[in-house]
C-alpha cells in the first residue's frame, strides 16, 4: 500500500553530533531547535526525556532512513504514534525519536468499506473521514488518542462488543522492520507477523499504515452519560452487574467513578460532586437502545440522565477534556471478573479515596464480539474477562496531588488482586514489575510472540515499550 506524504519541507535543523539522515525528507529536530520541547512532550506531562535526535517522517521512507541512520549509529529508539501512552514509551532519553504525528492521513473506500489510515493518525482523524460515508469501526474512547499505538495493544471502545476489538477490525499494515525492509502484514503477507501486530505493542517494527475493515454506522447514535450519587455506588453496581449479563452487544458501556467533570450536558450544581456514571453508546437503531438501556436508568434514580440521540463523532471526543494533554497521570491497571459483591465492596470502598479532583477510576465492561475471538487468534490476552479497569491519578502541572493519589491507585491496586484476570496492554504504567506484559498475554500467546519477535527482530531493536524480549537479544 502506498503511502501518502502529507508534508513535505525543507527545513532541517542538523543536531551537533550527528548530522542529516540520508534519503530523509521530514523534519529532525535537535535540542537546539526551537520546537525541541514542543516534540518531546507527551500526553502524560509526568514524562521528561530528552532524545538526542526527534526524526518527524514524511512517510515509510523516511521511517526506513530513520531506522537504518539509529542501527548504523546504535541509537536507542523510541516510536511515536499519538504519543498517548501513560508509560511515555514515545520518547527515549539520548536516542531517536521516530516520530509519525506529521503522517495523520486517512482514506476511506466506502464501496469496499475499508479505511487506510497513517501510523501517525488520531483516533478522531478517523472517526472525521469515515463517518463521511457513514462509516466506523473501533476506536478509543478519546478522540486525541494514537491510532497505532491502541490498535497494536488490541484496541477496546464503545463499539467492541458488537464489532470485535480494533485488531479484530484490523486487515493488513505496512511496517518497516529492524532490518530496514517495508513488509506488508496480512492474513496472506506475513501471516506471523500480522498475527503478532494484532496486540503485540510496537515490538515488531513502525507501522506506517494501517488498513481497517469498517461497519455502517451514525451519524447519530443513542449514547450519553447516567450519573448516580456516589453513596448509591453499591446499589448502581450490583444493577448494573445484573443489566450487563443480558446486555445487547450493541451496547457499549463504561463505568466512572470521580467527580462529575464540567463537562457540557452536565449542569453546573453537579461539576465535582463525586458521581458514578456510566457512559453508555447503543451501536444500533435509537429505538432498540432505548428499550435495551431503560433497565439501567431505572435501576436506582439518577442525578442525571445525559442519555439521548448525539452525533457519533461529537460522542466520540466528549470526554476529551477530561484528560488533556500535559497534566500528570500514573495508573494502574487489571482485568476483572464479573462483579461478585465482594469486588463491588472493593470498588465502592476505594474508588472516591482519591485527593485530586480529576483522578478517577474507570470500568469497561468487555465480552460480547471481544469473547467470541478464541484466544490465540490474535495476540490480544485474556479475552474472556468481564471487565478491564483504570485507576487512574491526575494531577496538574503545580498541583500537589501526585504523590498521594499515586499511592491511592497503588493501594486500590493491591486491594484488587485477588480478583486479578490478567491486564490489558496498553493500561500498563511506566513502573510495572517485568512479569506484567507475560501477564497481558498469559503464557501460550508470550512464548509466541517471542518467537515472532526472534524472526523479525533478533537483537531486540524495538525495545523501547512493553518489551517481548527474543530468545537472545539485548534486555
Ligand atoms: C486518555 C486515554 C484514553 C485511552 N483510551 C483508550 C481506549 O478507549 N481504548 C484503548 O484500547 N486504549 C485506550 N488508551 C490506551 C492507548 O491504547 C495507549 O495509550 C496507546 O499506546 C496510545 O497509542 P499512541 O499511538 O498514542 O501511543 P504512543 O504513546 O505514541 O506510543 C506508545 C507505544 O506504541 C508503539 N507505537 C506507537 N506508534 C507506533 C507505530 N506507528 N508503529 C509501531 N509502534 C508504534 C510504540 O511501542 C510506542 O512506544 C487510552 C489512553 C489514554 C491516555
Known amino acids: 500500500m502506498a503511502t501518502t506524504t502529507i508534508e513535505q519541507t525543507s527545513i532541517r535543523t542538523h543536531p551537533p553530533t550527528l548530522g542529516a539522515i540520508d534519503g530523509f525528507r521530514g523534519r529532525l529536530i535537535g535540542a537546539d531547535h526551537a520546537d525541541y520541547d514542543s516534540a518531546r512532550a507527551l500526553w502524560n506531562g509526568a514524562i521528561d526525556r530528552r532524545p538526542r535526535l526527534i526524526a518527524r517522517c514524511c512517510g515509510s521512507a523516511d521511517v526506513i532512513a530513520a531506522v537504518r541512520f539509529a542501527r548504523e549509529h546504535d541509537l536507542e529508539i523510541a516510536v511515536r504514534g499519538g504519543g498517548h501512552n501513560v508509560a511515555g514509551t514515545a520518547v527515549c532519553d539520548d536516542g531517536i525519536v521516530i516520530d509519525l504525528s506529521a503522517m495523520r492521513a486517512v482514506r476511506v473506500d466506502p464501496a469496499g468499506r475499508r479505511a487506510w489510515v497513517q501510523g501517525g ?21 478519546v478522540s486525541h488518542t494514537g491510532v497505532a499505538g491502541l490498535t497494536l495493544g488490541g484496541g ?27 513488509r506488508r502484514a496480512s492474513a496472506d503477507e506475513h501471516p506471523d507477523l500480522f498475527w503478532a501486530l494484532r496486540g503485540g505493542g510496537g515490538n515488531f517494527g513502525v507501522v506506517t499504515a494501517f488498513e481497517f475493515g469498517l461497519h455502517r454506522g451514525g451519524p447519530t447514535v443513542l449514547a450519553g452519560p447516567v450519573l448516580w450519587d456516589a453513596r448509591d455506588a453499591k446499589q448502581v453496581l450490583r444493577s448494573y452487574r445484573d443489566f450487563v449479563r443480558d446486555a445487547p452487544d450493541e451496547l457499549g458501556t463504561v463505568v466512572r467513578f470521580g467527580t462529575a467533570p464540567p463537562l457540557a450536558g452536565i449542569p453546573a450544581e453537579l461539576h465535582w460532586r463525586p458521581v458514578v456514571m456510566i457512559g453508555t453508546c447503543y451501536a444500533g437503531p435509537i429505538d432498540d437502545g432505548e428499550r435495551a438501556l431503560g433497565p439501567l436508568r431505572a435501576c436506582v434514580p439518577p442525578l442525571l440522565d445525559g442519555v439521548g440521540p448525539a452525533p457519533y463523532v461529537g460522542f466520540q471526543s466528549a470526554i476529551d477534556s477530561t484528560v488533556l494533554h500535559g497534566w500528570n ?17 472493593v470498588l465502592a470502598g476505594h474508588a472516591f479515596g482519591c485527593a485530586s479532583p480529576r483522578s478517577y477510576v474507570a470500568l469497561f465492561h468487555l465480552q460480547g464480539a471481544v469473547g467470541r475471538v478464541a484466544d490465540g487468534a490474535t495476540a490480544f490476552g485474556n479475552r474472556q474477562a468481564s471487565h478491564a479497569i483504570t485507576l487512574d491519578a491526575v494531577w496538574r502541572p503545580g498541583e500537589d496531588f501526585g504523590a498521594r493519589d499515586t499511592a491511592w491507585a497503588r493501594a486500590f491496586f493491591a486491594a484488587l488482586g485477588r480478583f486479578r484476570q490478567g491486564v490489558y496492554v496498553n493500561f500498563l504504567g511506566g513502573d510495572e514489575d517485568p512479569g506484567r506484559v507475560r501477564e497481558a498475554y498469559g503464557a501460550g500467546v508470550y512464548e509466541r510472540l517471542v518467537d515472532v519477535k526472534t524472526r523479525y527482530d533478533p537483537g531486540n531493536v524495538f525495545h523501547h515499550n512493553q518489551n517481548i524480549r527474543p530468545r537472545s537479544g539485548r534486555a
Do not use: C
Not at 121 to 141: C, F, K, P, R, Y
Open 121 to 141: 493518525a488520531l483516533w478522531g482523524d478517523v472517526d472525521h473521514e469515515t463517518q463521511l460515508h457513514g462509516l466506523v469501526t473501533t476506536g478509543g474512547i
Open 156 to 182: 477496546v471502545g464503545w463499539l467492541m462488543r458488537k464489532h470485535g476489538l480494533t485488531v479484530d477490525n484490523l486487515l493488513a499494515a505496512d511496517v518497516v522492520t529492524a532490518d530496514g525492509a517495508l
Open 329 to 345: 497521570y500514573y495508573w494502574k491497571s487489571t482485568h476483572l471478573p464479573e462483579l461478585g459483591d465482594e469486588l463491588i465492596d
